[in-house]
């Protein structure tokens, strides 16, 4: 069974800092892309940051040079380092997983969010 498990949320100050941290287990972590999604109220789900599983990483335009996604293989863990928050970053963050399986079907894996506000 498939688990995500996201944790580090909570409210800080604009130009203030924050880390997420997603646990991930049932699945070969190592082999697997991630990525940090977040949902403001009365909003869609948009897409945070993605790491790839060689390393590549790509972010949302709103984040780029604030935001800062890594992973580690050995403790099965992907991180959303978070500076220079602004009160736009307030939403629920979600760590995906994202697989294929041998028959080259695509599998998403969802946490169940962390939420995350920021005061001006």
């Known amino acids: 069974q498939v688990q995500l498990v996201e944790s580090g949320g909570g409210s800080g100050q604009a130009g203030g800092s924050l880390r997420l941290s997603c646990v991930v287990s049932g699945i070969v972590f190592s082999s697997v892309n991630m990525g940090w999604y977040r949902q403001a109220p009365g909003k869609m789900r948009e897409l945070v940051a993605v790491?790839?599983?060689?390393?590549?990483?790509n972010y949302a335009d709103s984040v780029k040079g604030r935001f800062t996604i890594s992973r580690d293989n050995a403790k099965n863990t992907v991180y959303l380092q978070m500076n220079s928050l602004k009160p736009e970053d307030t939403a629920v963050y979600y760590c995906?997983?994202?697989?294929?399986?041998?028959?080259?079907?695509?599998?998403?894996?969802w946490g169940q969010g962390t939420q995350v506000t920021v005061s001006s």
């Open positions: 790491i790839a599983t060689g390393g590549g990483t």
């Open positions: 995906k997983a994202s697989t294929v399986d041998i028959y080259s079907r695509k599998n998403d894996y």
